[in-house]
């Protein structure tokens, strides 16, 4: 069983990947439901949605299963990494 912790030199795990393209399909589809709830690619949306959630709601878990220093010292970690990425 993975546990998502597999990650390239400060890179992002590949739990933390899918939590954040989660995140982004989450806001796309709240839009589509307050823009055209009843359109028919809203409900595709929302089911393609929720036949991931599964996954990312493990890496969640996951997640919240560290200390909270951890997760902490490891969002500065995330943070610092783009600032500097975005430097060079």
Do not use: N
């Not at 069983?1 to 400060?10: H, V």
């Not at 739990?15 to 989450?26: C, F």
């Not at 393609?48 to 951890?70: C, I, N, R, V, W």
């Amino acid at each position: 069983m993975s546990t998502g912790a597999e990650r390239g030199p400060g890179g992002p795990t590949e739990g933390e990947r899918r939590m954040v393209r989660t995140r982004h399909e989450a806001t796309r589809l709240a839009v589509a439901l307050v823009k055209d709830p009843f359109a028919p690619e809203t409900a595709a949306a929302a089911r393609e949605f929720l036949s991931g959630a599964e996954a990312a709601g493990e890496a969640f878990a996951e997640l919240q299963a560290l200390p909270k220093h951890d997760v902490r010292a490891r969002i500065t970690e995330l943070i610092s990494r783009r600032g500097e990425e975005a430097c060079s």
